[in-house]
Nanobody, 130 residues
Framework: QVQLVESGGGSVQAGGSLRLSCAAS????????MGWFRQAPGKEREGVAR???????TYADSVRGRFTISRDNAKNTLYLQMNSLKFEDTATYYC????????????????????????WGQGTQVTVSS
């Protein structure tokens, strides 16, 4: 499994920005999906953004236009740039990764549920004050 370590969380006022990072041990998957999920107290874990090995990205409606997912393959690092933060973005944010097959690599990343991801980080807290 891939080891994932998140960083970059913190406290920020509404309207502010944060950038989360997820350092991954060497990814040996040929095709893969990586994503950011979040979980607020008392709520289910929800997908925020995903990116596959071909660079296709998917965003939740609640963050589209405000958040940007990207990766640096040379550094084995996944990022989530979060702008125009809102109080409702407050949550623990998790990085996740899972391999894809050759047959599903063009579409599967956007359809996977959290249970489909093989590797998870420990989470980083984001708190947005209104």
């Amino acid at each position: 499994q891939v080891q994932l370590v998140e960083s970059g969380g913190g406290s920020v006022q509404a309207g502010g920005s944060l950038r989360l990072s997820c350092a991954a041990s060497a990814i040996t998957y040929t095709y893969y999906c990586m994503g950011w999920f979040r979980q607020a107290p008392g709520k289910e874990r929800e997908g925020v953004a995903r990116i596959d090995s071909d660079g296709r990205t998917t965003y939740a409606d609640s963050v589209r236009g405000r958040f940007t997912i990207s990766r640096d393959n040379a550094k084995n690092t996944l990022y989530l740039q979060m702008n125009s933060l809102k109080f409702e973005d407050t949550a623990t944010y998790y990085c996740a990764a899972t391999p894809l097959s050759w047959w599903t690599r063009t579409y599967a990343c956007s359809t996977l549920g959290s249970a489909d991801f093989a590797s998870w980080g420990q989470g980083t807290q984001v708190t947005v004050s209104s």
